[in-house]
């Protein structure tokens, strides 16, 4: 048997296993990939949980392989697998604590099933583990309606990959539909939820992506999350945590209680806050360059230079902006205004030095810090660190709340209004690729030995930051 004969086999007993397919007609194996990275930056300044971060080193080293295959010129199948060496985050711990870990994951199982002519589809069904994004242009920061919570809107950016990752991996089914020409386009979504508490529900959504003249990209979006759930219980908790009310709150003054309440459910005047609500997305994407006329310009001086090798890189800002929750709820929900994450970002050409250069700013003048402490832990639609025990800033009491005026506390401790990331990117020859990224963003880092990820990043202020640099390699 030779090789080749041998790795067409393996890929068609992968995907006959994968599908249960017993006659698949006219298949068509495409070459497989197969590639590393390695990741090596450091937090340079960044806490956590009280614990300081500060120059803690990141280091992570991937491996991956995908293949696929095409199904009467219609159906395309595509799966990845792969693994990750990475090391958890070990601030003053032992030895122990700071041995390299090794996990295996699914980067995608995917099919795509196209409707019509291939090259003028008239409709895509997308269904599996895949990757969904909706703002090309977003290099970290952005891309809200899929990576961020509703109550609360907490954000997050990177994963399990550091860099390169401004998208949502998504579990369910996605139908896209062009429409005047392939100016505008309908995506209708149905994905489970995998990283938002509670998980396993079915959140519907859709967007929508237009772009009436060449240099100019408009995008809205709306998802219900947690539309569709096998137990609505648990979507706003009527529980009590060590005998005392966590998640309600009282229907006349609008404020929440804390206290030693029995049969919660029959306590008239009591309100419980909820998981569930709707997102809102909008967006803009402006291409300068275009518009000017810039990038003979660009594309001349580099060839002058002798910088033909990078590929080329345009003038663009571009924006976006989400509302995390359109219905109020009160006192920790009561201020759409504070839901409301804001994106800008521009790139940069640089004349065939990179191939990609990209500044992104991000305000967010959420009064809460950017926590997954309750939902994670203790399955609370609430934006506490923890499940509002009286060491924290948010505790109440049924007769003596607030213990303190909520700005107020805030204010002394709530400083991550403002986040950014620059992002650049590099081929140096076919098979071998360069980032780097320096960000004060929303990346939450694992640590051990429970491999969970931090409730909060470390880079809570502007100030703190990290970066990193990926080599990557392979066969494609």
């Avoid at 583990?129 to 977003?138: G, P, T």
């Avoid at 089914?173 to 938002?196: A, I, K, N, Q, S």
């Amino acid at each position: 048997m030779t090789k080749k004969t041998f790795k067409t086999g393996t890929a068609a007993l992968l995907l006959s296993l994968a599908l249960g397919a017993q006659a698949w007609g006219d298949v068509v194996f495409h070459p497989r990939e197969v590639g590393a990275d390695v990741d090596f930056g450091q937090i340079v300044s960044g806490q956590e949980e009280g614990s300081d971060w500060s120059r803690q080193t990141l280091t992570r080293t991937g491996v991956y392989l995908t293949t696929s295959a095409t199904v009467n010129e219609k159906l395309d199948f595509f799966m990845t697998i792969g693994g990750l060496f990475w090391y958890p985050i070990h601030p003053g711990e032992s030895s122990p604590e700071r041995l390299v870990r090794f996990g295996p994951g699914v980067g995608q199982a995917q099919g795509i099933y196209t409707f019509g002519d291939k090259n003028d589809p008239i409709g895509k069904l997308q269904f599996g583990l895949f990757s969904m994004k909706y703002n090309s242009d977003a290099t970290n920061l952005g891309e809200y309606l899929f990576r961020s919570g509703t109550y609360p809107g907490s954000l997050i950016t990177g994963g399990w990959s550091y860099v390169n990752s401004a998208s949502y991996l998504a579990q369910g089914v996605r139908f896209t539909l062009p429409t005047f020409g392939g100016r505008v386009t309908h995506d209708f979504t149905l994905f489970m939820e995998r990283d938002y508490e509670p998980t396993s529900d079915f959140s519907p959504g859709y967007v929508i992506t237009a772009k009436p003249v060449n240099y100019l990209e408009l995008g809205a979006g709306v998802v219900w999350a947690h539309a569709l759930s096998l137990n609505p219980d648990r979507l706003s908790p009527r529980k009590t945590l060590s005998d005392t009310l966590t998640n309600g709150y009282n229907k006349a003054t609008g404020r929440p209680i804390r206290g030693a309440v029995t049969h919660a459910d029959s306590v008239a005047g009591i309100g419980f806050y909820t998981f569930r609500g709707f997102k809102t997305m909008a967006r803009a994407s402006l291409d300068v360059g275009s518009l000017i006329g810039l990038q003979n310009v660009t594309t001349d001086l580099g060839a002058r230079i002798g910088l033909q090798g990078a590929s080329k890189n345009e003038l663009k800002v571009y924006s976006e902006i989400a509302l995390l929750g359109v219905e109020d709820q009160p006192f920790y929900y009561d201020d759409k205004s504070e839901r409301m994450p804001i994106m800008a970002g521009i790139s940069i050409p640089t004349f065939g030095i990179f191939d990609q250069l990209s500044l992104e700013v991000e305000y967010h003048k959420s009064k809460f810090r950017n926590s997954v402490g309750a939902p994670f832990y203790y399955s609370l639609p609430l934006p506490l660190d923890d499940d509002g025990t009286i060491d924290n800033p948010y505790a109440y009491d049924l007769s003596t709340y607030p213990v303190a005026d909520r700005d107020s506390i805030a204010n002394s401790w709530k400083k991550d209004d403002w986040h950014w990331s620059v992002y650049a990117s590099r081929n140096i020859v076919p098979g071998i690729r360069v980032y780097g990224q320096i960000a004060s963003d929303h990346q939450r880092h694992p640590t051990g030995p429970e491999v969970k990820p931090s409730i909060e990043p470390p880079t809570q202020k502007p100030s703190d930051w990290y970066y990193v640099v990926r080599l990557e390699f392979g066969l494609f």
